[in-house]
Structure formats: structure tokens, C-alpha cells
């Protein structure tokens, strides 16, 4: 697997430096993208109708995402550490990134909330899970990640997204009940 990872990592990574607009703009996702990802997931959040609705959704993939990001993938590089493509074979990523490699917390994060997007709304959730690939990688070129990184970070991701989703299944009926009850006023 090492060599595969390794392999990958240069095709996609061995395409910088080559021509800077491009970088520039490969630089723009793997940095800022994921700000305007999350503001997009709470335009989507915010123009659900109904408060409970908005809520509930917020709440759902705000606790995937603490899951992820905040619990599993601090666990993970807790116990295993990985260094990063850029210490591992010496040279100058494209953007300033420290800690361990392993998984990527970008792609937990990313795939955690496209997960609770798909979940409420499966078109703008295919778009969301297809920005926050690009996204990682992204990140495989500017020289933070390997792709084993941004694979594991998405499992992490859309398995908490998954089971997030089991926990509150319950929650979600009653909240299906309240809102399509024609006697409930919002």
C-alpha cells in the first residue's frame, strides 16, 4: 500500500510548481474553499423551512462533524502519527500546514457535513461530497497529504455522518410527525 500511496501522491503532487496561476488557484481550494463550503451548508441549513427543521439539521451535522474532526481524528493522531509528505520527503509545501498527517482533518471534517447534506437533501449533497473531494485533493497537490490521509479522513467523515444520522433516526420521525401534522403551527 505504501508504494500505491507513494505513487499517487506524486502524480497528483508532481503536477505543481509548474505554473503559478494554476497553483495559485489549487492553493485558493485546498485553503479557502472549505470556508465557502461551510457557508453554503448554512445558506442550506437556514432555507429549510421550518425552525425545528433548521435546527435539527444544524444540530445533526454539527455533532457529525464534532464526531469527526474534533473526536475521531484527534484520537487517530493521538495513537498513530504520520508526517506529513513535505517532512517525510523534504521539500516546501504550497501552504503552511504542521502536525500529524494522518487523517486529514479537512476531508473528516468536509466529508462529515456533506454526509448530513446528503442526508436532507441528496442533489446539493452529491455537489457536496464532489466539492470536498476537490478540496482534498487539493491538498494532496500542495504537498500536505497523502492520499491515505484524505481516505481515511473520509471514512472517518461519512461513517459519522452515518451514525450520527442512526442516533437521531428516532428524533427525526417525531420531528417528520410534528412538522407534517397539519394541527402544529410553525
Do not use: C
Not at 70 to 89: N, Q, V
Request: no cysteine; net charge positive.
Amino acid at each position: 500500500m505504501d508504494g500505491l500511496n507513494y505513487s499517487l501522491f506524486n502524480f497528483i503532487h508532481g503536477a505543481s510548481g509548474r505554473n503559478f496561476l494554476f497553483d495559485s488557484f489549487v492553493i485558493f481550494i485546498a485553503q479557502y474553499l472549505p470556508y465557502f463550503i461551510f457557508l453554503g451548508f448554512l445558506w442550506l441549513a437556514l432555507s429549510q423551512r421550518g425552525w425545528r427543521k433548521k435546527i435539527f439539521f444544524l444540530i445533526e451535522a454539527f455533532i457529525a462533524v464534532i464526531l469527526s474532526r474534533g473526536l475521531i481524528t484527534e484520537i487517530i493522531r493521538f495513537f498513530y502519527y504520520s508526517p506529513r509528505p513535505f517532512e517525510a520527503l523534504n521539500f516546501q509545501s504550497l501552504i503552511p500546514e504542521s502536525g500529524s498527517s494522518m487523517p486529514s482533518g479537512h476531508a473528516a471534517f468536509l466529508f462529515a457535513l456533506s454526509a448530513a447534506v446528503y442526508f436532507w437533501n441528496r442533489r446539493w449533497g452529491i455537489w457536496f461530497f464532489v466539492i470536498s473531494l476537490i478540496v482534498s485533493v487539493a491538498r494532496i497537490f500542495v504537498g500536505v497529504h497523502w492520499p491515505l490521509d484524505i481516505e481515511v479522513g473520509m471514512a472517518v467523515g461519512i461513517l459519522s455522518g452515518l451514525f450520527v444520522r442512526r442516533l437521531l433516526s428516532g428524533y427525526l420521525g417525531k420531528l417528520r410527525e410534528h412538522v407534517l401534522s397539519p394541527a402544529v403551527s410553525e
